[in-house]
């Protein structure tokens, strides 16, 4: 049966969400239902997941709030989707303590971790997994986590996958490392702008803006369509991990990559501070034979300075 919730006038509970807590507090004082929704059938819990309002949300949940209640236009989003979709991690965490149900599928056949997973959201994967979300579960067109997170190329995410037992089913190491190098010979700065411009057309009342964005070894790349104001009104990111991700998955299968094939990884993107970088020189420090010490000595005399420098921090590992 389905159940129907009082719709707030006035949205004031709603309103609260944005206003802080101790608005929220008198409210629900007040005797505001906690379960009520707006006038597109929005829970004030979802908005306030939704919306990265963790103080917010673990109120709300205190007063009654249903963590697995869905909800939205045809009751089909659940607040901890709508929280990990953003990564909103504390969100999530406060969530899934008040009981909600890490694997529980929205509209659509989406969960939790496949929002995650399929936007790079490693600490946000991080804590599903450790509350027991299956990383093993198809996505709703039947794709694996694992390859859903080689394919976004967020390392991070994919030793987390890894780390709970992602790689076990058959075939899913295999699977995952083809498409890790799929990705490595795509252009992502040229597929995402095509992407935008076919979906909005190549005009001149707009521009392309290509942002690239590094943390913790990890890069992440945007391209957006800006007005003519500077106002960005759509984009595409992508992270750009793939060569690290393949390394890794060669490394869970005892696979050796060419020398060459590791260069060309550690250089596509970047230099040192990235992940692609250090992940193909700690392969061949692990080799540590002379065929390595060779191809790194022979990266030293190339006319490419960064080919030079790859081959350099090779040798300094190899000690």
């Known amino acids: 049966m389905t159940r129907a919730y009082p719709v707030v006038d006035g949205q004031s509970l709603f309103d609260a969400v944005f206003e802080g807590e101790d608005a929220v507090v008198r409210l629900l004082r007040a005797g505001v239902p906690v379960e009520s929704s707006d006038e597109d059938g929005v829970s004030p819990l979802y908005l306030a997941a939704v919306s990265d309002r963790p103080g917010v949300v673990r109120l709300l949940l205190a007063a009654g709030a249903d963590p697995d209640r869905a909800c939205g236009p045809e009751a089909g989003d659940l607040p901890i989707c709508g929280a990990a979709c953003g990564g909103h991690t504390e969100v999530v965490e406060a969530l899934l303590s008040a009981g909600a149900r890490p694997d529980l599928r929205e509209q659509f056949g989406f969960t939790a971790l496949r929002w995650a997973v399929g936007l790079g959201h490693a600490g946000t994967a991080r804590t599903l997994l450790a509350h027991g979300a299956d990383p093993c579960l198809p996505g709703p067109e039947g794709e694996a986590p694992l390859f859903l997170a080689a394919r976004r190329g967020s390392l991070e995410t994919v030793r ?43 005009t001149d009342a707009h521009r392309v803006v290509v942002h690239r964005a590094v943390v913790d070894g990890g890069e992440t790349l945007t391209v957006e369509l800006v007005r003519g104001n500077g106002e960005p009104f759509a984009g595409q990111d992508q992270q750009t991990g793939h060569g690290a991700i393949a390394t890794l998955l060669e490394d869970e299968l005892g696979l050796l990559a060419p020398f060459e094939e590791l260069a060309r990884r550690a250089l596509r993107s970047g230099g040192p501070e990235l992940d692609n970088w250090h992940a193909s020189a700690e392969a061949l420090r692990e080799r540590g034979d002379e065929e390595t010490r060779q191809a790194a000595t022979a990266w030293c005399a190339s006319g490419d300075p960064l080919r030079r420098a790859f081959g350099a921090d090779v040798l300094a590992r190899l000690g």
């Open 160 to 202: 987390a996958l890894l780390h709970h037992g992602a790689g076990a089913p058959e075939g899913a190491l295999e699977e995952a490392l083809d498409e890790a190098r799929r990705m490595l010979d795509v252009d992502l700065e040229q597929e995402m702008r095509g992407g935008l411009l076919e979906a909005y057309g190549d």
